[in-house]
């Protein structure tokens, strides 16, 4: 089974408003990561909070963590068209790199 | 910056035959991995390599081999295609053992006639 499931599976807000994407996970995790993918291309590493952080910020990002539920966030403030993208949640759970992604969620920030 | 870089984004393939896709990464990794990416699936990981000559299965391995003979280029093989391999297949990099960022090529839309 999956994974780092996102929700929502899609989202759609107006510019400068902010996003709130959630990724809920099974078992334990070392880290957490969050990707960006642009429409028909790679992935993108966006941030990494470790198991025993609580909160992580990169510019307009903000990552939070609860290892009691098993639940992770990614908050993009004021957004921007640009912005427009899927954003995945990526579980480490140790052992050479290995991490397990999940669906995704579709971010369509309109102008 | 990293790069990892795909040998084709967009290939088109008979069912039965043999396709290579390739990844090279030019910033000395450790590791390289193959995904292949469905709608509503998400990543799903196929194999991945932690150094030369070395491989190790991932979720979905069947009907795929892999190679890796130099350090920077990981190959991807489709023994004989079909057509349920018609996918978008991304490759990664990461550093080494405890970088755990993962560094991704362009793609590769697949498409298997």
């Known amino acids: 089974s999956q994974q780092g499931e996102e929700d929502p599976q899609a989202l759609s807000i107006q510019e400068g408003e902010n996003a709130t994407m959630n990724c809920s996970y099974k078992?334990?995790?070392?880290?957490l990561q969050w990707y960006r993918q642009n429409s028909g291309r790679g992935l993108v590493h966006l941030i990494l909070?470790?198991?025993?952080?609580r909160e992580k910020h990169s510019g307009r990002l903000r990552v939070t963590l609860d290892t009691s539920k098993k639940s992770s966030s990614l908050l993009i403030t004021a957004s921007r068209a640009a912005d427009t993208a899927s954003y995945f949640c990526?579980?480490?759970?140790?052992?050479?790199?290995?991490?397990?992604f999940g669906i995704g969620t579709k971010l369509q920030v309109i102008p | 910056d990293v790069k990892v870089t795909q040998s084709s984004r967009y290939l088109v393939k008979r069912t039965g035959e043999k396709v290579f896709l390739e990844c090279v990464q030019d910033?000395?990794?450790?590791?390289m991995f193959w995904y292949r990416q469905d709608p509503g699936l998400g990543l799903r990981l196929i194999y991945f390599?932690?150094?030369?000559?070395?491989?190790e299965k991932g979720d979905i391995p069947e009907g795929y081999s892999v190679s890796r003979e130099k350090k920077e280029r990981f190959s991807l093989i489709l023994e004989s295609a079909s057509t349920n391999q018609t996918s978008m297949y991304l490759c990664?990099?990461?550093?080494?053992?405890?970088?755990?960022?993962?560094?991704f090529g362009p793609g590769t839309r697949l498409l298997v006639l």
């Open positions: 390599s932690y150094d030369v000559k070395m491989k």
């Open positions: 990664a990099s990461s550093l080494g053992r405890y970088q755990e960022t993962q560094y």
């Open positions: 078992t334990s995790i070392n880290n």
């Open positions: 990526a579980k480490n759970s140790g052992g050479y790199q290995k991490v397990t």
């Open positions: 910033m000395d990794h450790e590791n």
């Open positions: 909070i470790r198991s025993n952080e």
